[in-house]
Each structure stands twice: as C-alpha cells, then as structure tokens.
C-alpha cells in the first residue's frame, strides 16, 4: 500500500489506532486547532493531522516548517488522569515513545536532546509540543504536538537551520509512509502514556537517559532571558530538569530556553 492510500484509509476510517481523526489539508496550526477544540469541551483523544501548516507552532515561539509532502504534522488532544506536577512529563515521554516508534525503522539510534528535540545522526528530524491548558475544569488539558521531517525540503532548510535539520527519509531503512507512521506513533505514545499514568516517571526517565544526545557533553545555554551559559550537562534528574556545570563549576537547573551542543 502507499503512502497516500494507507492515510486515505484512515481519514475514511476517521480513526487511527482507536482514536478519532480528523485530517485538515491545509491549516496554520494543528495545536490551535486542537487547543480550540478541547476549550470548547470537545475532542478528548482526537488526533488531528495536516497536510500542510502555514503557522506550525515550535517551542519558545519559533517556527515549525511545515511544507506540504515534507512531513507529518499531527496533534493528540488529551486529558490524562495525572497530577500537574506529572503532565509536565508528557513531552519528555512522548519523546521516548516517539524514538522508540522510529528506531526499528533506522539505521542509527533515535536520540532525544532536552527537552523535546528527536535527533537522527545528530540532525534534528522531528520535534514535540505539548501545550496546557488548566483553565477549564478539572481534568488539564493537553494538546500534544509532534512534527516530523520526512523528506528535506526541495529547495533545503532555510540557512539558520540547514546545519542541524535533517529528514527520517535520510536516516531510515524503509520506504516510510506516513499514514503507518501516524498509526505507529499513536499506539507508541498510548503506550508510553498509559505507563505513566500507571506507574510513574522513573521507568521512562531510565529510558529517556538512554537517548540523551546531550549527557557529559559540552554545550551553550541560551536562557530564556538571552543569557548564555557554557558548560557540560549533568542529564536530567528525577523531574526531567536538566541541569548544567558551567565553566566555572556551578550547577544550573535548566527550566527553559534552548540548549546547543557545541561539538558533534
Ligand atoms: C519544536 O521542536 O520546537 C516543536 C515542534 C512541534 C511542531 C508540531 S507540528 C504539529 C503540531 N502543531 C504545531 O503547530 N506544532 C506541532
């Protein structure tokens, strides 16, 4: 089956891996869409994927390139039975559960970089945005956002990320399509949810540890203030923080901003 037909079955299907779906060919964004939709009291579990985005959302107000065919650009709306202190973890295990979904079908090792990047042969190829929402009631609201490069852009990344952006397509040792890379992901993320509901961060912290792309490595830390801090990551601890040794031997705890490797 291709690519296009395996998606089609699904969007006829309006499910995919027990979830209602909705496929929007062309939107700005498929967290809004979805942030939207849960506010409105709607949706719980809905997976809502696009074709295209014109305003796909990236952590810390960046960009998230969306072009139409170049990847896979998807949202879970989600209410977990979770203390809030715990739905802070979903991106970190969505990320374990994304590299694990794409790993068998790799020919290097899935890595995750802190706190939400999926790295393949040191390039970054995909990316999660988990959005909350706590206003409404008593359940959070969750609005899971993953976008995944699966081919390189015809005409390449744009410059400032051309160094570091990179395609599964480069990567992966199977022709992939995307309505089995949606079902896959799905499952993977049910899965990994349910065990942390069930039974709490520390078994998929062990495994995000595993992938860390970044531990005992030098890089820079560009805080949320422009601040810029060298140094070596110590990891992430029991919260999913990470924290950094700087140059001078103080240790951070890193709760935002973006975070560099400096070599490969
Ligand atoms: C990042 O690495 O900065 C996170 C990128 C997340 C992008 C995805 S694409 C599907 C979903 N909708 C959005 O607007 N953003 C996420």
Known sequence: MTT?????????????????LRY?????????????????GGGTGMVIVAGHQSAGRGRLGK???????????????????LPLDEVAKITLAAGVAVAEALEPLCRERVMLKWPNDIIIGHRKCGGIL?????????????????GLNIQAPAAGYPPEIADRAGALADFSTVSLEDGSLLEGLVTNIDRVL???EQHGWPAIRTRWQQRDITLA???????????????????????????????SGVLHEVLSGDVQLLTR
């Open 194 to 196: 349910v065990e942390l």
């Open 24 to 40: 929007l060919p062309e939107t700005d964004s498929t967290n809004r869409v979805a942030l939207e939709q849960g506010r409105s």
């Open 63 to 81: 960009k998230w390139l969306s072009s139409a065919g170049g990847g896979l650009y998807f949202s879970m709306l989600l209410r977990p039975l």
């Open 130 to 146: 988990a959005e909350l929402d706590i206003s409404s009631i008593d359940t959070p609201l969750v609005v899971l956002g993953i």
């Open 217 to 247: 490595r030098r890089l820079t830390w560009v805080t949320a203030r422009g601040e810029v801090i060298h140094g070596v990551s110590q990891g992430i601890d029991e919260q999913g923080l990470l924290f950094i040794k700087d140059d």
């Open 4 to 20: 296009k037909k395996r998606l089609q079955q699904l969007c006829e299907q309006g499910r995919v891996a027990g979830h209602p």
